[in-house]
């Protein structure tokens, strides 16, 4: 199987290339914006700015993937407010370029769309475990562009007779995601404490909601099983299907720092709607793929910890 990953530079597509060179053998080929780099020694790599569908389809067509999977976007949802007309530029007409790519010189390729749990909205607490049925109601500008990216996804393969897989990703986690995301920024400040580099307290907003956080490991996977065994058309939850509260993670974090660290509020933080708990049911990828994600959030969140340790130590 030969993939092209669109948007490998981030902090997902180490992962999947991973994944699928290292671990299954897959011939892996790749893009990236000019000046980003790739971590794939045996990759071809291609700078392109999914804006420029010309250029998109040319690398289609030189790179001949029987699968492409597509990472490049906006993927922040506070810069989302900042930066609307981007964010809908990246996210949507960036899309709508690759699936025009892919239809005129894809050669019949699966297409791996990455949307988001947040195109669900602030889901009441009866609507969990959060079924891909459930009515997607965005409450952000990046829900909206990956709201849109589903049904886009969905009217090419409809229309066109494209082979064309979403997923819906709940929170990943792991080594190398910015600090602007909640697991990265907690593990980040307990670290920054634990080497001596900031005060003994640490900033939370509001703890008591509960999410579905997943190892980007395992999220890759899931990528990798939807390629293979995902149907054409369809939308899939990738995500733990367990609702664990950032109180929890916090304390985990203050737990294997061996520190005592104060929990302080900073109002800044606080949302201000805030879903009280949104996980997901993940009963259909599980029973259309085998996936299932195994590691312990634990594990996960030591890694990073560490990861943050070793870098505000070695910053002396
Ligand atoms: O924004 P940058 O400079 O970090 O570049 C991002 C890149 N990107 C683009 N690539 C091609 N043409 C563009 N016009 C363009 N604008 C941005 O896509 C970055 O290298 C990559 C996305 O990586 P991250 O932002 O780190 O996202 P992550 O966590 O790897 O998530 C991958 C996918 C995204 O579709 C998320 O929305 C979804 O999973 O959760």
Known sequence: MKALIVGAAGFVGGYLIEELS?????????????????SCDNCEAFDVDILDEEALSGVMARAKPGIVYHLAAQSSVALSWEKPALTVEVNIKGSVNLLEAARNRGGGARIVL????????????????????????PQ????????????????????????????????HIGVGQPARFVAADLCKQVAEIAAGKREGAINVGNIDVRRDFTDVRDVVRAYRLLGEKGKSGETYNVGSGKAVAIREIVETLIKISGREIEIKVDEKRLRPVDAPVIYADTRKIRRETGWEAGTPLERTLREIYEWFLRKARSED
């Open 140 to 171: 952000n500008v990046y829900a909206v562009t990956k709201s849109a990216q589903n049904q886009l996804g969905r009217l090419y393969a409809a229309s066109y007779g494209m082979d064309v897989v979403m997923a819906r990703s709940f929170n």
């Open 114 to 137: 990455i949307g988001s749990g947040e195109e669900y909205g602030n889901v009441r607490e009866e609507d969990c475990p959060i079924k891909e049925t459930l009515e997607a109601n």
């Open 22 to 38: 290292a671990h299954c053998g897959w011939e892996v080929a790749a893009t990236k914006l000019p000046g980003e780099r790739v």
